[in-house]
């Protein structure tokens, strides 16, 4: 089955600065990487997702890449604001699959003022 | 964009006592929709799969007879707890794909359900 590692587990930054979170992906067959954002006590909200078959897209001060070669993509956030404190999770998956997600383990960001 | 509603957002019970969390698509349907759980500072874990109509698919490692989920209609999916015990405290999430949704993904997400067992 597909397996999923994030890096770092925690991050901290200056505000201003820049966040990049990593993450590899065992399976190749997988086509699909959102990334999504949990605040303390509620669900994920997706914030940025990419399919296979584009190398990069940006939402304003967000962005991932990916390298479907080295199966690995990462989130880039500009910018950092203090509201960008939170986990971030990233997944994949393929439609063969049955659309399950498979998560990394995530990484608490710390945007300190 | 599509809302995924979960309620109760938290719960107390006693040990020994069931549970239901709810899981509804407000202004989509969904013809799958997936359980998580998710302890204390870790992942996401999948419980199971859940599709109108038939029974659900558990992973590996998950109880069926523990965790009841039953998905009646396209927009509301639930799951029981049945004779919960402190270690079913956790915080459940549900998800739910668009019926029709040609591509992996497009799922969204509850807000969760916080489940204490005393």
């Known amino acids: 089955g597909e397996n999923v590692e994030q890096h770092p587990s925690t991050l901290s930054v200056q505000e201003g600065d820049s966040a990049v979170i990593k993450c590899t992906y065992s399976d190749s067959a997988s086509n699909y990487f959102p990334w999504y954002k949990q605040e303390l006590g509620k669900g994920p909200q997706l914030i940025i997702d990419i399919r296979s078959n584009v190398g990069e897209k940006k939402d304003q001060r967000i962005a991932v890449t990916l390298n479907k070669t080295a199966k690995h993509f990462s989130l880039h956030i500009t910018e950092t604001q203090p509201e960008d404190s939170a986990v971030y999770f990233c997944?994949?998956?393929?439609?063969?699959?049955?659309?399950?997600?498979?998560f990394g383990g995530g990484t608490r960001v710390l945007v300190k003022p | 964009g599509a809302v995924v509603s979960q309620h109760p957002s938290w719960v107390i019970c006693k040990s020994g006592t069931s549970v239901k969390i709810e899981c509804r698509s407000l202004?989509?349907?969904?013809?799958?929709m997936f359980w998580y759980r998710q302890f204390p500072k870790q992942s996401l874990m999948l419980m199971a799969t859940?599709?109108?109509?038939?029974?659900?698919?558990?992973e590996q490692g998950v109880e069926k007879d523990k965790f009841l989920i039953n998905h009646a209609s396209l927009t509301l999916s639930t799951l029981t707890v049945t004779s919960a015990h402190p270690e079913d405290s956790s915080f459940y999430i549900c998800?739910?794909?668009?019926?029709?949704?040609?591509?992996?993904?497009?799922?969204?997400f509850g807000e969760g359900s916080r489940l204490t067992v005393l």
């Open positions: 859940s599709n109108e109509g038939s029974k659900a698919t558990y």
């Open positions: 202004d989509f349907q969904a013809t799958t």
């Open positions: 998800s739910a794909r668009v019926a029709g949704a040609l591509q992996a993904g497009e799922l969204f």
């Open positions: 997944a994949a998956t393929f439609k063969a699959a049955g659309n399950k997600l498979t």
